[in-house]
């Protein structure tokens, strides 16, 4: 990249509310299950492939986005994701039988594919490179927002316009994004170079860097989410809160989260690299604490909100590697980037699951931390092989 580029901040927020209204349609269902299975007359074990579903069509389109709109003009595709989640919503708000339901999914699935494909790519033509960590810290502010409030607001809105209201009134929201995406965005041409070398993702994984850096990505997110998709059934039958504990539990997580992203930016301006062999060491070592003191609140509450504030902010990090390492291939590696986090979350929470059930809370959550564990070491080593992926291939 040479030259200077303008600073676009007001682009910077309108994507971080896009994130919010995205990941907020994304994991709308979680709360409203019951009465989407009810109404469709399907299982709410069928209601809820509906996260999976957009979980794969997010993989999908991140593997071939790029190579798909190679000459599209990047405001005009991000206007055009946005309009695409707005009419997700309105086909999973309006739907009236399980297929039209799973259509609606997809279209989500497809928009959270190349919204974060492209976001490190984006950060990169709104703000000065020195910025960009600071801008996918504003962008994940949205992603954090959207985790805390997400859930109660699908119950809230479910008990009071019901599921088809709830997903409908992400729709103006969504509209109110691409109107302010429209004006603050600036005008972000492809260039032919770009383009070209944007075709095929997996060409840089002939990069040992790349190789590298994937793997610690897919370490970490398995890991986490090994721990994080099973803390209601730790925290209701380990720690033996009641819900309303378990609520306040839950947004102390949200919150700690949302504080993580706010500060984020600053912290690895000191070191990316040391952020990211850090940061999972801590959440390994939460980890094991958790084993050693899940019955005991006062312990778990404190230690949770540590993991929210250092978790949701880990991939900010993630996605200032991709813009530092692959300047001129940012989007090509930030597709490959969510291929290997949606593929990672699956397995880590997959397994997870069963090491939860055959062997309880402890051995997942031990197998957990070493993976964590792993990811700091791959993180190392990452760093110290050469960083420029420029010209001749790293091998």
């Not at 009419?87 to 999973?92: D, E, H, T």
């Amino acid at each position: 990249m040479t030259g200077a580029m303008p600073t676009a901040w007001s682009g910077v927020f309108a994507m971080s509310l896009c994130v919010f209204a995205l990941i907020a349609s994304e994991f709308m269902p979680v709360s409203l299950l019951t009465p989407i299975a009810s109404q469709l007359r399907i299982t709410e074990g069928m209601a809820g492939q509906g996260v999976a579903m957009s979980g794969a069509f997010a993989v999908l389109a991140s593997l071939s986005i790029a190579a798909l709109s190679r000459n599209v003009n990047r405001k005009t595709l991000l206007l055009g994701l946005t309009a695409v989640m707005c009419l997700s919503g309105a086909v999973v708000g309006l739907a009236q039988d399980y297929k039209t339901y799973l259509i609606g999914r997809a279209l989500i699935g497809l928009v959270v594919g190349g919204f974060w494909s492209m976001s490190a790519a984006t950060a990169m033509r709104l703000v000065p490179l020195a910025e960009v960590p600071r801008a996918l810290a504003i962008f994940n502010g949205g992603n954090a927002l959207a985790t805390i409030v997400a859930a109660p607001l699908g119950s809230y809105l479910g008990a009071m316009v019901g599921w088809r209201g709830a997903f409908l009134a992400l729709v103006p929201v969504g509209v109110l994004v691409l109107i302010w995406q429209w004006i603050s965005l600036p005008d972000m041409p492809t260039r032919s170079l770009q383009a070209q070398r944007s075709a095929n993702v997996f060409r840089l994984l002939h990069h040992r860097v790349v190789r590298l850096g994937m793997l610690a990505t897919a370490l970490f997110f398995a890991g986490q989410f090994m721990l994080f998709t099973y803390l209601r059934p730790f925290l209701e039958s380990v720690t033996h809160v009641e819900v309303a504990t378990l609520s306040l539990v839950l947004l102390g997580v949200g919150v700690s989260g949302f504080v993580g992203t706010s500060v984020i930016g600053r912290l690895l301006r000191f070191g990316l690299y040391r952020a990211l062999a850090i940061i999972p060491l801590v959440m390994a070592t939460i980890a094991a604490a958790l084993v050693a003191f899940g019955d005991r609140l006062g312990a778990v509450f404190p230690l949770l909100a540590l993991w929210g504030l250092v978790a949701t902010a880990a991939p900010v990090g993630w996605w200032s590697w991709v813009a530092r390492t692959m300047p001129d291939d940012a989007e090509a590696g930030g597709g490959l980037s969510v291929a290997v986090i949606q593929l990672a979350i699956a397995g880590g929470s997959t397994l997870g699951g069963v090491l939860y059930d055959t062997s309880g809370h402890g051995a997942a959550f031990l197998v957990s931390a070493a993976l964590l564990v792993a990811a700091s070491g791959t993180a190392v080593l990452c760093a110290r092989v050469p960083q420029h992926i420029s010209g001749r291939a790293d091998v």
